[in-house]
């Protein structure tokens, strides 16, 4: 059982690149469990919604402000190895912001606009930009079915404007291209089980997923305790404690959630 702890060098990394990658964070059970329970979970398709990219293609999401103690996407929420990793990333308690499985679909799955999550959290009331993102791969991604692609290092430009693209937030295009000359963009070819945690003000996006494979993720958000919107009720919650649970959970929530959805398929 892996016990993940951040070390210093992936905290420097994270200053300075504004992410840390961590191949097979999640093990084979661990995310063969998290593969069958969200495809075979019906509430998480039927509470998606699509967003509208700009050329009009739509990609889908379900996002949860909530935590539900008792399914895997919580306890990979509060585990030690994402949300402990998450603390030591950003150097303060974090809380529980929201968590999202993107359904990026074969063949229809429109793009993410280049962005900075902070872009539009900072409407929400947070002051600093203390906040980042732990995605995890369900499905393989790569370029074909739109991995996520990064500009590395371009947290450093701090927050940049923000307008409507589409139906989704898009960061300041002249800003973005400019950006582009300067930082290295990446493509996050990950594998199952695979993590990306990315600083809330580093430049990313996807491609629509032209090939014939999905693209799933699960996306954990965190904010720091002493980001405490100066809002309430704003689309995400405010400060509250969120409780970490040992990375083992994982594995022992993910089975009893798969039992219980195996018991609600009609006929079983
Ligand atoms: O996973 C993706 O394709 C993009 C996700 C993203 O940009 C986000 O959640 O901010």
Redesign the pocket.
């Known amino acids: 059982m892996v016990e993940m702890t951040v070390s210093d060098a992936q905290v420097d990394e994270f200053a300075r690149l504004g992410y840390v990658r961590i191949n097979g964070l999640f093990q084979a059970d661990e995310v063969d469990l998290l593969y069958r329970i969200s495809k075979a979970d019906r509430e998480l398709v039927s509470q998606s919604y699509g967003r509208r990219d700009a050329a009009g293609q739509t990609?889908r999401l379900t996002l949860r402000n909530d935590l539900d103690d008792s399914t895997i996407y919580t306890a990979i929420v509060r585990s030690q190895r994402v949300a402990g990793a998450m603390a030591r990333l950003l150097g303060d308690e974090v809380y529980h912001y929201h968590h999202?499985v993107?359904l990026?679909e074969p063949r229809v799955g429109g793009a993410?606009e280049w962005?900075q999550?902070y872009g539009y959290w900072y409407d929400n009331g947070c002051l600093y930009p203390d906040m980042a993102?732990c995605?995890i791969a369900i499905d393989p991604a790569t370029r074909e079915n739109?991995c996520?692609q990064i500009l590395e290092g371009s947290q450093r430009l701090g927050r940049i404007n923000h307008g409507r693209t589409g139906e989704q937030a898009g960061a300041d295009l002249q800003r973005v291209q400019a950006a582009m000359q300067r930082f290295p963009l990446v493509y996050c070819e990950m594998g199952p089980g695979d993590a990306l945690f990315f600083h809330g003000n580093l430049l990313?996006?996807?491609a629509q997923n032209t090939s014939d494979k999905p693209r799933w993720?699960l996306?954990c958000c965190y904010n720091t305790k002493h980001n405490d919107p100066i809002i309430t009720g704003g689309r995400h919650p405010n400060y509250s404690y969120l409780e970490l649970w040992p990375d083992q959970r994982v594995l022992e929530v993910g089975r009893r959630h798969w039992e219980t959805l195996q018991a609600s398929v009609p006929g079983s």
């Open positions: 990609t999202k993107m990026k993410w962005h999550d993102s995605l739109g996520l990313h996006c996807s993720s996306i």
